[in-house]
């Protein structure tokens, strides 16, 4: 759909403009010591997971409204990932949600992903949802429902998750459990643990030895009293219970208002259990917006604990993937928008001098360790970014391009119109 020469002549008529904004950005680097060279480098690694279910339209609890185009099924999923990273370089990850997306071939599915530079990121199980056919229901529990056959149901529809895993070479299972309850008395706590545990142990006991399992929490939904895995704390636990292919998994949405998130970030790292990162923003919950929408500062501080963890402690390479549910504005957009947000905060977070921050801390210089922080988060860094995306083969604007190119009125022309996809 984006031939190489689209891509070449769109960055053409930007060029001049955007090389003028890197000689001026280059020299206020020049002048801090900087090496604009090793940002780019840096930045050309970066490499962030697209879910399946974010491509379409999502909803809300009071209605959804489409939009022309949206896949409908895995491969025109990894078409829409390999039109993301055709623009930007930096997405060529995918990550699937089961059963939503069991390949009908593996075989050829693989072939098709290979085909368009794309690779398969975590697999994703859902047991907050009743399967088609079930005679057994997770209204009340999956991992730990009090009904052992429905504890088994939930376990084995795991260990199928990783077996789908494997044929596509994915390295992770991310479990999100929906589990709890929302009236006191509703169920007993310690027993809950202990059935939740035990479930999760039976299905680590099925993780490859170079995999991951990532354990993801939420304070609240889809139950309101408490829930079985509500934080970083009980992720951290149940992780540290299991051995250590098992990691905890933040997602910025899944905390309550004014968390203090970059802290989690550290503390997690600090102890090698942090394995995966969902980004989104939002300001009461799960809003699931935009990457850097609402709270750009703290998704700068965020990424600032990811690049100071990454060079202080052993914690093994965190995947990065985008969770976002787009009900008003056009999802491949949306997700061009949080991959730039997430590259400019990114690469601010290179730009401090974390030497001379441990120094103005060491003396409780507070005026200073805020400046410092500042300094690079005032800084327009888009020159960088969009040379990053030049260099690697992408485009220097890829919303712009995205729209000169009419993306979304031509997969509209190839696809039904009125097709809701798949997910949230």
Not at 33 to 48: A, F, G, R, T
Not at 92 to 103: K, Q, R, T
Not at 204 to 209: A, R, S
Not at 267 to 280: A, S, T, V, Y
Request: with cysteine; charged share 25%; aromatic share 8%.
């Amino acid at each position: 759909m984006i031939e190489k020469k689209q891509i070449e002549k769109f960055n053409l008529s930007k060029i001049a403009r955007h090389k003028d904004g890197l000689n001026y950005l280059g020299k206020i680097l020049k002048k801090n010591e900087i090496n604009i060279e090793h940002i780019i480098n840096k930045l050309s690694k970066l490499e962030i997971a697209i879910p399946s279910w974010a491509l379409g339209i999502g909803g809300t609890r009071f209605g959804r409204f489409s939009i022309g185009g949206q896949p409908r099924n895995l491969n025109e999923k990894i078409n829409d990932v390999g039109i993301l990273n055709t623009l930007t370089k930096s997405c060529g990850l995918i990550s699937l949600h089961i059963p939503w997306d069991i390949p009908d071939d593996f075989e050829l599915i693989n072939k098709i992903a290979k085909s368009k530079g794309i690779k398969f990121d975590s697999v994703n199980s859902n047991t907050f949802q009743d399967q088609k056919d079930s005679k057994l229901s997770y209204k009340f529990g999956s991992l730990s429902h009090v009904d052992k056959n429905v504890r088994d149901l939930a376990i084995n529809h795991n260990v199928e998750v990783i077996n789908y895993g494997k044929k596509i070479g994915s390295k992770s299972l991310t479990i999100w459990l929906a589990d709890g309850s929302s009236y006191p008395g509703q169920s007993n706590f310690r027993d809950t643990f202990k059935r939740t545990l035990n479930s999760l142990q039976k299905i680590y006991e099925h993780i490859p030895d170079d995999w991951k399992l990532l354990i993801e929490y939420k304070p609240y939904e889809p139950y309101f009293y408490s829930m079985v895995i509500p934080d970083w704390g009980s992720s951290f636990l149940f992780t540290s219970k299991l051995g250590k292919k098992a990691y905890s998994l933040i997602d910025l949405g899944h905390h309550l208002p004014n968390s203090n998130i970059e802290q989690i970030v550290a503390i997690l790292m600090q102890e090698e259990k942090l394995g995966g990162f969902h980004f989104n923003d939002s300001n009461y919950g799960d809003d699931d917006l935009t990457v850097g929408s609402q709270n750009p500062f703290q998704l700068f501080l965020i990424l600032c604990e990811l690049v100071q963890g990454e060079k202080d402690t052993k914690n093994p390479k965190i995947s990065w993937m985008i969770d976002a549910s787009h009900n008003l504005k056009d999802p491949l957009e949306d997700l061009l928008q949080s991959i730039e947000n997430i590259k400019i905060a990114y690469t601010k977070s290179l730009l401090v001098d974390y030497n001379r921050l441990r120094q103005a801390q060491q003396i409780n210089d507070i005026t200073i360790c805020e400046s410092i922080l500042k300094e690079a988060f005032n800084l327009d860094v888009r020159p960088i970014v969009n040379e990053s995306n030049l260099r690697l083969g992408g485009s220097i604007a890829p919303i712009d391009a995205y729209r000169e190119l009419e993306i979304r009125k031509k997969l509209t022309k190839q696809r039904d119109p009125t097709y809701t996809s798949s997910g949230l």
